[in-house]
């Protein structure tokens, strides 16, 4: 065991942000480090290191590096090495320092040597001080200067060494060597030297132990939150006297609705919830929402409501897998409503302990738009918030505090808010992770699955998504109880039906001409998204439209928030008919009269192609998209082209020859990559510019 007394201000630098450094430092020797938190009779903290001797001392040495580092870079006697840079040393024990000093200059004199630049590597000494001190003090010189780098300290020349004459380095004490190292530490106390093992001190953790006492504390603090209660379904009369010939009749007049258990055996014979084919047969108990709904205007429930309303009002877990436009918001929002409602305790932070139900979307726009839905059904007073980055986080904070039933929020901020107090989410009884396959492409699965370890294990999950991915289905194995599947259409990946699909095949160089063209040929009713495939290249479209008077908005990540809400506003109002955006608003905007979607940037995966088109034939309207695409995108020719076959649309001949030259690509690297002493091994098969296939040069007609 080792104590190191330590500057208080210096003691970030052996804990580091969040702890990394500390964890590190036991990690990389194996010993355990604890800081006191009080300062001892020196004015000091003192680090307790336990674990091997040697582990201790290499640990040690460690932290004297770290500190030599952050105090200016170069801390500690600087010593040539064999690769012709410098390494560290430690300062010694003061009782030490000239003996060591000494020896360095009769050990330099000895190696002295006069050839080339390698011996005069070579002559440094390579002499390493292994401290044997148990008790160590790093203090700073508070009258410490810096010193100059013309004056004060100069680099010894060379000749100095060749010459053998070691008296003029006789005084290369660590403070005149440490080209601005602003701190000097030093070993003052040695090893008692009665000082016994402590192999003892430093105990294998019983990962059994304490796997056990993780799990007492986890169910204790489960058990402390309220009660719950997740069922509130009573099935109609006229639902149970459906026979099974018409509830398969129903299910698949209405796109084919499947549903089943997740996870269950091939071979199970669990009864299936029958449909709600009308919103009596959902919310009959409940005639004030039944009234809310009436006010919205729709007349019956789209098919994936019918079959996830009974499977989320009897409490279960449920995955909607759908196409965008098909009414998934309102699937799990209207349960939630009375879910929030039917719980035992009073609303409110204090009977609570926060809200109930957490929404996690993807993108800002998402999570507004569905706050916005929130609000479209005023149910017993129940309120919402919406918590996002680039808004004002104070604000968030207060309405949360205030008090509220439900938050709408992406995972970014949301992480933000827990991990400084504000918001606590342990009263979270009902979890919804919507477009669940968009958070996981763009990156948010660590902060969702930070965020679920501090719900309650208990709640109703509820995820909703377009496709049906590895990583979505994993994430649904990790926190999901049993769930029920209700997909519509097909799980394989399909554009929506009301949407005609037109391609376009030009160089790169002809599309700015093509979109102009678009625009002009727009009627008065129309409105148009334009997708982009980069902020910037928005951005540059958006000013060449203002230039030729073109009149639009643009929307990407960049933009301010305030200019993101108001070019959503403004499509939706009719201001602007033309939307120039990137992906960001391929999933959950929801404008119904969305006449033309136009891929001017052909996205880079399938996946947001459908997702783009799925932003317009909206609400069963009719829609249109168009999609130009170049000889950099022949690899989603194939792709794209099973996504035309299934909605019945048009292939070009284009398409179909771009597919098949980029499949006989790919046949013939492989087989390249196959044979012995193939083309690329030592350059091209057959001359020209590395590459010609033949042709002594690039091909211009492959793709």
């Known amino acids: 065991m080792a104590n190191i007394e330590i500057e208080p201000r210096d003691v970030g630098k052996i804990i580091g942000t969040k702890g990394a450094t500390i964890r590190q430092l036991q990690d990389d020797y194996n010993v355990r480090i604890n800081i006191s938190r009080e300062e001892n009779e020196n004015g000091k903290r003192v680090a307790e290191i336990k674990g091997d001797e040697r582990d201790v001392e290499r640990a040690v040495n460690a932290i004297y590096d770290r500190f030599n580092q952050e105090g200016g870079g170069n801390g500690g006697y600087k010593g040539r090495d064999e690769s012709g840079g410098y390494r560290n040393k430690r300062r010694q024990p003061d009782n030490q320092q000239s003996n060591y000093t000494d020896s360095y200059n009769s050990q330099a004199s000895n190696r002295m040597k006069t050839n080339d630049d390698d011996e005069w590597d070579n002559a440094i000494p390579n002499t390493d001080f292994k401290p044997s001190a148990n008790t160590y003090q790093v203090s700073r010189d508070d009258d410490y200067q810096k010193p100059h780098r013309d004056n004060d300290y100069q680099k010894p020349h060379r000749s100095n060494y060749r010459s053998g004459n070691s008296s003029s380095n006789n005084n290369y004490q660590r403070s005149n060597y440490t080209s601005g190292n602003r701190s000097s530490y030093r070993n003052v106390e040695e090893f008692p030297s009665t000082v016994e093992s402590t192999q003892s001190d430093f105990e294998p953790i019983d990962w059994d132990k304490a796997n056990a006492e993780c799990e007492a504390a986890r169910k204790a603090r489960w058990a402390a939150l309220p009660n719950l209660i997740k069922d509130f379904y009573t099935e109609h009369p006229e639902v149970?006297?459906?026979?099974?010939?018409?509830?398969?009749?129903?299910?698949?007049?209405?796109?084919?609705?499947?549903?089943?258990?997740?996870?269950?055996?091939?071979?199970?014979?669990?009864?299936?919830?029958?449909?709600?084919?009308?919103?009596?047969?959902?919310?009959?108990?409940?005639?004030?929402?039944?009234?809310?709904?009436?006010?919205?205007?729709?007349?019956?429930?789209?098919?994936?409501?019918?079959?996830?309303?009974?499977?989320?009002?009897?409490?279960?877990?449920?995955?909607?897998?759908?196409?965008?436009?098909?009414?998934?918001?309102?699937?799990?929002?209207?349960?939630?409503?009375?879910?929030?409602?039917?719980?035992?305790?009073?609303?409110?932070?204090?009977?609570?302990?926060?809200?109930?139900?957490?929404?996690?979307?993807?993108?800002?726009?998402?999570?507004?738009?569905?706050?916005?839905?929130?609000?479209?059904?005023?149910?017993?007073?129940?309120?919402?918030?919406?918590?996002?980055?680039?808004?004002?986080?104070?604000?968030?904070?207060?309405?949360?505090?205030?008090?509220?039933?439900?938050?709408?929020?992406?995972?970014?901020?949301?992480?933000?808010?827990?991990?400084?107090?504000?918001?606590?989410?342990?009263?979270?009884?009902?979890?919804?992770?919507?477009?669940?396959?968009?958070?996981?492409?763009?990156?948010?699965?660590?902060?969702?699955?930070?965020?679920?370890?501090?719900?309650?294990?208990?709640?109703?999950?509820?995820?909703?998504?377009?496709?049906?991915?590895?990583?979505?289905?994993?994430?649904?194995?990790?926190?999901?109880?049993?769930?029920?599947?209700?997909?519509?259409?097909?799980?394989?990946?399909?554009?929506?039906?009301?949407?005609?699909?037109?391609?376009?095949?030009?160089?790169?160089?002809?599309?700015?001409n093509r979109i102009i063209k678009f625009t002009r040929e727009m009627s008065d009713t129309d409105k148009a998204i334009i997708f982009c495939g980069r902020k910037d290249s928005a951005d540059s479209l958006s000013t060449e439209f203002a230039l030729l008077g073109i009149n639009c908005q643009s929307i990407h990540g960049n933009r301010e928030q305030s200019d993101r809400e108001q070019a959503l506003a403004d499509i939706k109002s009719g201001e602007v008919r033309i939307l120039i955006a990137t992906d960001v608003a391929s999933r959950g905007i929801d404008i119904e009269d969305i006449t033309y979607v136009v891929n001017y940037d052909f996205p880079r995966n399938i996946e947001e192609y459908v997702h783009r088109v799925g932003r317009t034939g909206r609400a069963n309207r009719r829609g249109t998209s168009l999609s130009f695409m170049t000889r950099s995108n022949w690899g989603s020719a194939a792709e794209l082209i099973e996504i035309l076959k299934e909605a019945d649309q048009n292939i070009p001949e284009e398409l179909q020859n771009m597919a098949e030259r980029f499949k006989a690509k790919k046949e013939r690297e492989k087989e390249e990559r196959n044979s012995i002493g193939g083309a690329f091994r030592g350059g091209n098969r057959n001359g020209g510019r590395g590459g010609g296939y033949g042709h002594g040069g690039r091909d211009r007609n492959r793709w």
């Open 240 to 512: 149970t006297d459906m026979t099974e010939e018409e509830v398969d009749k129903f299910r698949k007049e209405n796109k084919n609705i499947v549903v089943g258990r997740t996870f269950a055996d091939k071979d199970s014979k669990e009864e299936m919830p029958k449909p709600t084919t009308k919103f009596e047969h959902a919310f009959e108990k409940f005639p004030d929402l039944l009234a809310e709904i009436k006010k919205a205007g729709f007349e019956k429930p789209s098919p994936i409501q019918s079959q996830m309303w009974p499977i989320l009002l009897a409490g279960e877990d449920c995955i909607g897998i759908a196409q965008t436009g098909t009414g998934k918001t309102l699937a799990f929002l209207l349960p939630a409503l009375i879910h929030t409602d039917g719980q035992p305790h009073p609303r409110g932070i204090k009977a609570r302990g926060g809200p109930n139900v957490l929404v996690l979307a993807p993108t800002r726009e998402l999570a507004i738009q569905i706050e916005k839905e929130v609000g479209k059904y005023q149910f017993r007073g129940i309120r919402a918030i919406c918590i996002y980055g680039g808004n004002d986080r104070n604000k968030q904070i207060e309405v949360v505090e205030s008090g509220v039933e439900i938050i709408i929020a992406t995972p970014g901020r949301l992480n933000d808010l827990v991990a400084d107090g504000h918001i606590k989410i342990d009263s979270v009884t009902y979890l919804i992770l919507d477009e669940a396959d968009r958070m996981l492409d763009m990156g948010f699965e660590p902060q969702i699955r930070k965020l679920l370890l501090d719900i309650r294990e208990d709640r109703q999950t509820v995820m909703t998504s377009a496709t049906w991915p590895s990583g979505v289905r994993r994430l649904a194995a990790s926190y999901m109880k049993n769930p029920f599947q209700v997909f519509v259409g097909s799980l394989d990946l399909a554009a929506t039906h009301t949407v005609t699909q037109l391609i376009e095949i030009m160089d790169e160089e002809e599309k700015f």
